[in-house]
C-alpha cells in the first residue's frame, strides 16, 4: 500500500524539541511556567494592535470564556455561523444559551453579512435581542470584516471572531484574530501551527484577559488556602505545551507559505478541469494562509465530490468534506436558522485537500494525478 498523506500533520521545526528539553531540565512541567509567559508574549506581539493573550488548553476552551467574559447566560442568544466546527457553537450551549444560526456566502464561504443583518432584526423583533456574534474565517479565508464589525456596531453586538483556522491570515493588512471584542485561535495538532493541543484568547480588553487567566486557573482567591468566590475551569495551557509553541512560532511564516504553496499547485494543476472550482481571495484586500486547500466539484460533470474523496480514499490519501452545517446537526435541531441554501450547497459539493505544510512534490503530484484520473476514466 502506498504511504499514506494525511489532510494536515503537524509539523515541527527545530527548536521545539529544544525548548521542551528546557522545560524538563529545570522541571516546569506543570501548568504554567516561563515558556506559557513567553508564548503568550509571542502571540502578542505577532498579532499586535495593542492586544493581550491568555494561552489555553484548547480553541474551545478560549471560546467559552470569550462568552463568559461577554455575559453570555442561560436563556440568551448568540448568532453563529452556521458553516463551521461544532467547536464554535457548543460553547453557546456550555452557558445555556441558544445559537443562531447564520448562512455563508459565496466569496469568503463565511458569514453573510446580509443574513446577519436580518437575522439580529428578526431576533430583535420577538424580544430577543442577540448577546454575542461568532463569526469564522473558514478555512484561513478572512470574513467580510467590514462589513460585518459594521452591522455589530450599529446594534451594539460584541463579535467574537473564531481565528482557530486563521493565524497569520490578513484582511485589509490587519492580522485576523484582532478585531473582535474577543478572538480565539487553536493550536489542535491538525492547524498551522501546533502545541500537540492548545488555544489562546485574545483581547484589546486586558481585564478581561486577566480574568480569563484567572478563570481557567481554578478561579482560585488570593489565600493561603484554597478558597474559590467564583466558578473554575481547568484551562490553562501547559507549560511544556507554550515551550512546543514558541518554537512553531519561529516557523509561523514559513507554513503559511508552506500553505500557499500547496494550493497554487492544485490551482495550476486543476483549474482546467470544469468540474472543479477553487476558493479564491476576493480582491488583493484577502490575504489567506491556506491552512486547508478547498475546491468545489460540480457533479453534473459526471463526477462527484465523493467519487473524488474515495478515489483519494483507495490510494491512501485523506481528503474530508467541508463542514456540515451546523443547522443541519442533529445535535442543534430547531435552533434558529437563517440561510438562503448555500452552505448546503457549499457541504454538498465541497472537499479538502491534503494540505499539509509538510508535503513535499511526490505526495502533491499523487493528489493531483488521482484526482485527475477520476476525470479520464
Known sequence: MNTKIWLSSPHMGTNEFKN??????TNWIAPLGPHVDGFERDLAEFLGEGVHVAALSSGTAA?????????????????????????????????????????????????????LEAAI???????????????????????????IMAIAD????????????????????????????MSILSFNGNKIITTSGGGALVSNNEAH????????????????????????????????CAAIGRGQMDVLLDRVQQRRANYSF????????PAIQFAEEPNATYYSNRWLSTVLVDDSQGVSREDIRLALEKENIESRPLWKPMHLQPVFEGAPYYGDGTSERLFDQGLCLPSGSNMTDEQRRRVVNCIKACFTQ
Open 154 to 181: 450599529l446594534f451594539a453586538i460584541p463579535v467574537v471572531e473564531d481565528a482557530a483556522e486563521a493565524l497569520g491570515s490578513t484582511y485589509k493588512g490587519r492580522k485576523l484574530g484582532t478585531f473582535g471584542a
Open 121 to 147: 432584526e428578526d431576533r430583535i423583533s420577538k424580544g430577543k435581542k442577540p448577546k454575542a456574534i461568532i463569526v469564522v474565517h473558514l478555512y484561513g479565508m478572512p470574513a467580510e470584516m467590514d462589513r
Open 63 to 115: 471560546l467559552h470564556l470569550a462568552l463568559i467574559m461577554l455575559g453570555v447566560q442561560a436563556g440568551d442568544e448568540v448568532i453563529c455561523q452556521s458553516m463551521t466546527f461544532s467547536a464554535s457553537a457548543n460553547p453557546i450551549a456550555y452557558q445555556g444559551a441558544t445559537p443562531v444560526f447564520v448562512d455563508s456566502e459565496d466569496r469568503t464561504w463565511n458569514m453573510s453579512p446580509d443574513l
Open 209 to 240: 484577559i486577566k480574568q480569563a487567566r484567572f478563570l481557567a486557573t481554578q478561579a482560585r482567591d488570593a489565600a493561603p488556602h484554597y478558597q474559590h468566590s467564583h466558578i473554575g475551569y481547568n484551562y490553562r495551557m501547559s507549560n511544556v
Open 20 to 25: 521542551v528539553k528546557e522545560a524538563f531540565d
Open 266 to 273: 492544485y490551482r495550476e494543476e486543476l483549474s482546467a478541469i
